[in-house]
Nanobody
Framework: QVQLVESGGGLVQAGGSLRLSCAAS????????MAWFHQAPGKEREFVAAISWSGAATYYADSVKGRFTISRDNAKNTVYLQMNSLKPEDTAVYYC????????????????????WGQGTQVTVSS
């Protein structure tokens, strides 16, 4: 099993930056593809970014492409989401998620395919 704990959320003005971190427990972190999702009040949970276990493959939602960067450090059991040029519409609770996938280039973008979730961290972008 994997336990995930997000951190790094907060209040920022539009145009600002934040870096979210997701720390994972367990010795098999490097076998899990990871992703970030977000959920705004009254809306469904939406895909933001994903990364394969090797870090060789990444994928982004169109709404964040060019502004957000997902990365991971398998030695530290941590995945990151660098968020730049933040917009008020980025306001949401951000969750990291993990799924065990064998291929070094594999990831998933459907939240239903992720087995493990963190508790979420709030990101608020003021205009």
């Amino acid at each position: 099993q994997v336990q995930l704990v997000e951190s790094g959320g907060g209040l920022v003005q539009a145009g600002g930056s934040l870096r979210l971190s997701c720390a994972a427990s367990g010795r098999t972190f490097s076998t899990y593809a990871m992703a970030w999702f977000h959920q705004a009040p009254g809306k469904e949970r939406e895909f933001v970014a994903a990364i394969s276990w090797s870090g060789a493959a990444t994928y982004y939602a169109d709404s964040v492409k060019g502004r957000f960067t997902i990365s991971r450090d398998n030695a530290k059991n941590t995945v990151y989401l660098q968020m730049n040029s933040l917009k008020p519409e980025d306001t949401a609770v951000y969750y990291c998620a993990a799924v065990r996938l064998s291929g070094p280039y594999y990831f998933r973008i459907d939240p239903r395919e992720y087995a493990y979730w963190g508790q979420g961290t709030q990101v608020t972008v003021s205009s």
